[in-house]
């Protein structure tokens, strides 16, 4: 099975930024929607972003609109989620994943995913 390694995470100071990578060795990202989601303790799964191959079109979940932006890299291979004026509530496992499309149900068909990385967003 294909997993998605997400990286990037660490401990940042509320206000602060952090940007996530996303992409595994043989996986190109191109040929998939790619998404991120977080579970923070005690809460359910959080659908945060996603990019569409098709027409690299966007969905940010409501919580997140306007500080997160997430951005592919063909030459890299890597998609990317830039996480700007983050809050202690951001805190959580960032995932990325594979759905079949974006949208806002996107988490109900993965094709892929990862174990995720751990964003902690001090106050």
């Known amino acids: 099975e294909v997993q998605l390694q997400a990286s990037g995470g660490g401990l940042v100071q509320a206000g602060g930024s952090r940007r996530l990578s996303c992409g595994a060795p043989?996986?190109?990202?191109?040929?998939?929607?790619i998404g991120w989601f977080r579970q923070a303790p005690g809460k359910e799964r959080e659908g945060v972003s996603c990019?569409?191959?098709?027409?690299?079109?966007?969905y940010y979940a409501d919580s997140v609109k306007g500080r997160f932006t997430i951005s592919s890299d063909n030459a890299k291979n890597t998609v990317y989620m830039q996480m700007n004026s983050l809050k202690p509530e951001d805190t959580a496992v960032y995932y990325c994943?594979?759905?079949?499309?974006?949208?806002?149900?996107?988490?109900?068909?993965?094709?892929?995913w990862g174990q995720g990385t751990q964003v902690t967003v001090s106050s």
């Open positions: 994943a594979a759905p079949k499309l974006c949208g806002s149900s996107w988490l109900r068909a993965l094709v892929a």
């Open positions: 043989g996986f190109n990202v191109d040929d998939y929607a």
């Open positions: 990019i569409s191959s098709a027409d690299g079109s966007t």
